[in-house]
């Protein structure tokens, strides 16, 4: 029996690849996938997203537009970080294609009567249109069976700040919201990524190997994260974040190590905007509110991204 998944994202490079992994595996079922601005604007996300349903060949996965801005702050992409066109500038035709007809909040929200107790909600963006269908129904959390979210660093080194991982830091005042909630996430954050999803050069010639279109794809979109990586990240290849938190939801034994913790978000200071602060050594008493993957199986992951790639 398939699992139903609903997948919520900002569709750029390795949001891609995660997607591919998800459409092409067997043990789930897709139901919807909501797309929300943040490494591109939303227009952008939601064009990338069809293209990648296209190429795997997943017609019947229905993909909704969702939200074009932040709860309360500007969108400011990262388009420095994956293209242009958050696919790598590689020359992709990525216009032309209509998402499904309704609003991803809304349509979230559905999924989650429709399949109640069951549904495991991936997210893989800024948490805004998360944080706008608890607004609507904060009877939510009841129906999610398992939220997991790729964002946050659990060593508090970020990659858009020094101490903010850029999904949190784009709409802080939705991960307030969804903390604030009731909503058990499950955080994949971007030191598991940097540690352990990093592809260097010679296994990205591997992978391209493959042969297949997918393969191809997913590894030629990479190459401006790839530059990125090189000069500002400062890692031995382009990483994957989307990918190693898709691979943890489709099965948990990704992991090695998760924690129980009181999980924060600065929304005020200019300086840590967007930092989620752990309470690594409980200092504040407060009870715990997520669970944080702090390490992770890198072989496996591999092994899972191969597969679909394949």
């Not at 893989?124 to 609507?136: C, E, F, I, M, S």
Request: proline share 6%.
């Amino acid at each position: 029996m398939t699992r139903p998944f609903w997948i919520d994202t900002d569709t750029a490079s390795d949001d891609a690849v995660a997607l591919v992994i998800a459409l092409w595996h067997p043990d789930i079922e897709v139901v919807g996938i909501g797309v929300v601005a943040g490494n591109v604007p939303l227009d952008m996300a939601v064009q990338n997203a069809l293209y990648t349903r296209e190429l795997c060949e997943r017609p019947d996965v229905p993909i909704y537009a969702g939200g074009a801005t932040p709860l309360s702050i500007p969108l400011e992409t990262a388009q420095n970080v994956h293209g242009g066109d958050g696919m790598g500038d590689i020359g992709l035709h990525l216009t032309g294609r209509d998402p499904d007809q309704g609003d991803a909040v809304d349509e979230l929200i559905r999924a989650s009567h429709e399949h109640a107790g069951e549904l495991t909600l991936v997210t893989l963006g800024p948490l805004t249109n998360v944080a706008r269908a608890l607004q609507l129904d904060p009877t939510l959390p009841s129906r999610i069976a398992r939220t997991v979210t790729m964002g946050a660093v659990a060593d508090h080194v970020g990659n858009i700040t020094p101490v903010a991982e850029f999904n949190m830091w784009a709409d802080p005042h939705a991960v307030d919201v969804v903390l604030g909630s009731g909503l058990d996430v499950e955080f994949v954050g971007w030191d598991i990524s940097r540690r352990h999803a990093v592809i260097p050069p010679a296994l990205a010639d591997e992978l391209r190997a493959i042969g297949t279109p997918i393969a191809e794809f997913c590894i030629e979109i990479q190459c401006v994260v790839a530059e990125f990586c090189a000069t500002e990240t400062k890692l031995a290849g382009f990483d994957l974040p989307d990918p190693i938190a898709m691979a943890y939801a489709l099965d948990p034994t990704v992991a090695t190590e998760v924690r129980r913790l009181h999980l924060s978000v600065e929304t005020q200071s200019a300086l840590t905007r967007g930092m989620v602060v752990m309470d690594l050594l409980g200092l504040t008493d407060a009870e715990p509110n997520a669970t944080v993957v702090t390490c992770a199986d890198s072989t496996k992951f591999i092994d899972m991204l191969r597969a679909a790639l394949g």
